[in-house]
């Protein structure tokens, strides 16, 4: 398979600060001999790019990440022709159509009819292929009854589903999509990842950066992960997002929780939680915690004197003070007859974190069996952030608008009179993404 | 449609000119938007197009040609001024829009790639259509005058050729320039009010001594001027060495430019 995209050892570099001189102060300054460079130019250089490497092949469908100012769009930028490398080589092979923003080119005082034409030229069809696919744009917009109106008076939305409508039409065979999940409702959203997918299915070579993880996790089978503007790693997009996730998540507070100095805190403080820990099965401390994971929460404990029939436990809430769930050692009917002085700490191993991606806070509390005695409890003293994860292995997005939990589970269409063949489409397989022709004719798992 | 495009450091990107022809529909696009957005915004619509250089020409057929009597060359003042005001509206309009061209349309340069002329270009395009209302009304003009037409008549197209070289020309380095130096379309509505009493255009060319005329050959615009003039009115004295030098500046300012943008385009998305 040729490559569609080679990039050798590509840097880009810009001048901060101020760029626009005018007219005036540059003459102004050449007649006075006065140098404008006071500042070092090391100051004011800026290696948005430094010696990238990467080759993508055709029909291959590949994520960029990284964080804000890492480079990506510099990237995209220089693989569209927009701006120009320092240094370094670039090959792209194929038509390309970029999609750096949605609406392009849009003008205010044009109707929706005509910025279509405007739009699809702009983006690089011809007048016919427009005018070919007008009714097709027009519907999957959705703005029909406003089709000859300004889009001035056009809402933020349809402005969107216009554009987007338009560059969901062109059929290159190279696309960059830059970040334009991150506007938009939900039902928008869909419908770009669903158009990203049928391009998948028609193996064209697809770039697309996001913030949205989960849905680079979903359609990417490879990423790039760009740091500094250097490629920080490349590779099976789960291992990429996990480092990269990781990464982020540089505080302590999601891994180990310190518990001194925390307020809240009530109990007559005989034996007090010290410090909770999240860690994987084998005991190494996690950076990052996902929906159905296999956790420990390991709960470290000082006792200032022996203590009789402790119990140890917590509650968990949503951010919006719902409780999800109360777990102790009593409820599992742990008697534990003593704790010695001094420090250790509890286990409690989950095999399968049932939670949505979300934020989550314990309370934390240790009394005596019978529930009497409250030796410590400390409220929200933890948050813990759980990241989304592919749930179902289905290709779709999971995360917090599906709500708080999910079971493990699975459909049996074996009841329906007449289906057709599914396809559970798999992260490995991206040649058989349903397209709409597809579901057409069978039944597909939604 | 598979294209290979290698970028190195030196290497500017595809040929222009095949560039150019590949996305010509969209130098279309740009100045029918030009155009509609024009026209739906004005009340009066394809008036403007007549009343600026119309009311020009009656300000300066009063105060020139009727007040200070100024010789027009055997033709009635008002036909002689407007005959070199269509034009010079024509040029100073491209010059005005060109220069913010790029600047004004930032968002796409940042977005999208084509090839950055068709802005200026399109400018250049869009402002045929005024040129051409206003034109109908230098016809009618010269009916009701009664201008004797030469066989130089034929040769108009050739001066609209011209009109449109000089204007693109000027205009792509203003553009170009424009992005970096952001007081030049501060700058340019003064350098135009000059440039136009540089230019004979409310007075004849025989007015300048005579050891001053070379410098008029400097100006691209004398030539397009007085091309005007010489195809449309009878017996002008045009002195034809000169015009043939202004058009000769006129074409390097014009391949000058294509240099001078085409060299500037690729930082174009980084300073504007």
């Not at chain 1, 890492?70 to 090959?91: E, H, R």
């Not at chain 1, 990464?247 to 302590?252: A, C, G, I, T």
């Not at chain 1, 979300?358 to 813990?384: C, F, Q």
């Not at chain 2, 030469?150 to 380095?173: I, K, N, R």
């Amino acid at each position: 398979m040729s490559s569609a995209i080679r990039v050798e050892n590509l840097s880009k570099k810009y001048q901060i600060g101020r760029a626009n001189r005018t007219l005036r102060e540059h003459l102004t300054s050449l007649m006075t001999l006065k140098s404008f460079r006071n500042k070092s130019r090391e100051d004011t250089t800026l290696w948005a790019l430094r010696d990238v490497s990467l080759s993508i092949q055709q029909g291959e469908t590949v994520g960029i990440v990284g964080r804000n100012g890492a480079g990506k769009s510099t990237l995209l930028k220089i693989l569209s022709k927009i701006t120009y490398p320092t240094s370094g080589k670039v090959k792209v092979d194929g038509r390309v159509a970029s999609l750096l923003e949605v609406g392009t080119g849009f003008h205010e005082e044009l109707t929706g009819r005509e910025n279509i034409y405007l739009n699809g030229s702009i983006l690089g069809m011809s007048k016919k292929q427009v005018q070919r696919q007008f009714d097709t744009i027009v519907e999957y917009s959705g703005v029909e009854r406003f089709i000859d109106t300004p889009i001035k008076r056009y809402s933020s939305g349809m402005r969107l589903r216009l554009g987007f409508a338009v560059a969901a039409h062109l059929d290159p065979d190279i696309l960059i999509v830059d970040e334009v999940l991150s506007v938009g409702d939900a039902v928008f959203q869909r419908k770009c990842l669903d158009t990203i997918e049928g391009l998948r299915a028609k193996a064209r070579t697809i770039l697309f950066v996001s913030h949205n993880l989960t849905a680079v996790e979903n359609l990417c089978d490879r990423s790039i992960w760009i740091d500094r503007g250097k490629v920080s790693m490349d590779g099976k997009s789960p291992a990429v997002i996990r480092e990269y996730m990781g990464h982020v998540r540089d505080s302590q507070m999601v891994l180990s929780t310190a518990l001194d100095g925390v307020e809240n805190r009530a109990g007559n403080g005989r034996i007090q939680f010290t410090r909770v820990e999240f860690l994987s099965p084998d005991g190494v401390l996690q950076k990052v915690i996902r929906s159905g994971d296999a956790v420990v929460f390991r709960l470290h404990y000082c006792a200032h004197e022996p203590i009789a029939f402790p119990c140890f436990g917590f509650r968990m809430y949503t951010e919006y003070q719902t409780m999800v769930t109360e777990v102790g050692t009593s409820h599992h009917g742990i008697y534990i007859s003593s704790v010695a002085p001094g420090e250790g700490y509890v286990d409690l191993e989950i095999e399968c974190l049932n939670l949505m991606a979300a934020k989550y806070h314990l309370s934390l509390w240790l009394t005596d069996m019978p529930g009497t005695l409250v030796y410590d409890n400390v409220e929200r003293a933890v948050t813990l952030e759980v990241e989304g994860a592919n749930l179902f292995r289905s290709g779709k997005a999971m995360d917090g608008r599906q709500g708080i939990v999910f079971f493990p589970q699975k459909w049996n269409l074996a009841g329906m009179n007449g289906h057709g063949q599914y396809t559970p489409s798999t992260l490995t397989n991206s040649k058989e993404v349903p397209t709409h022709a597809a579901s057409e004719a069978g039944q597909t798992s939604t | 449609m598979s294209e290979t495009l290698a970028m190195e450091q030196t290497l500017g990107a595809q040929h222009p000119a095949r560039e150019f022809w590949r996305y010509r529909e969209l130098l279309y696009f740009f100045a029918w938007r030009d155009v509609k957005v024009r026209y739906r915004q004005a009340v009066f619509g394809a008036a403007w197009a007549v009343i600026q250089p119309l009311f020009s020409m009656i300000m300066f057929a009063f105060l020139f040609g009727r007040l200070a009597h100024m010789p027009s060359n055997g033709i009635p003042y008002p036909l002689f001024c407007y005959c070199a005001l269509v034009p010079w509206t024509y040029f100073s309009g491209v010059l005005n829009q060109a220069s913010n061209g790029l600047t004004g349309n930032a968002s796409l340069i940042t977005k999208v790639y084509f090839p950055r002329i068709l802005l200026p270009a399109g400018t250049a395009l869009a402002g045929l259509l005024d040129f051409s209302i206003a034109s109908l009304l230098l016809v009618g003009m010269m009916f009701y005058y009664h201008t004797h037409v030469s066989w130089s008549l034929l040769l108009a197209p050739l001066a609209v050729l011209l009109m449109v070289v000089v204007a693109m020309g000027v205009s792509m380095f203003l553009a170009a320039l424009n992005v970096r130096y952001r007081d030049i379309k501060h700058i340019l509505p003064f350098m135009v009010q000059l440039w136009m009493f540089a230019t004979p255009i409310i007075y004849s060319a025989t007015m300048i001594p005579r050891r001053f005329r070379p410098l008029l050959a400097l100006n691209p615009c004398w030539g397009m001027v007085d091309g005007f003039r010489a195809c449309l009115l009878p017996d002008q004295p045009i002195n034809f060495h000169l015009m043939g030098a202004s058009i000769l500046v006129a074409i390097a300012v014009f391949v000058g430019g294509i240099y001078y943008f085409q060299a500037m385009e690729k930082s174009f998305a980084d300073i504007i």
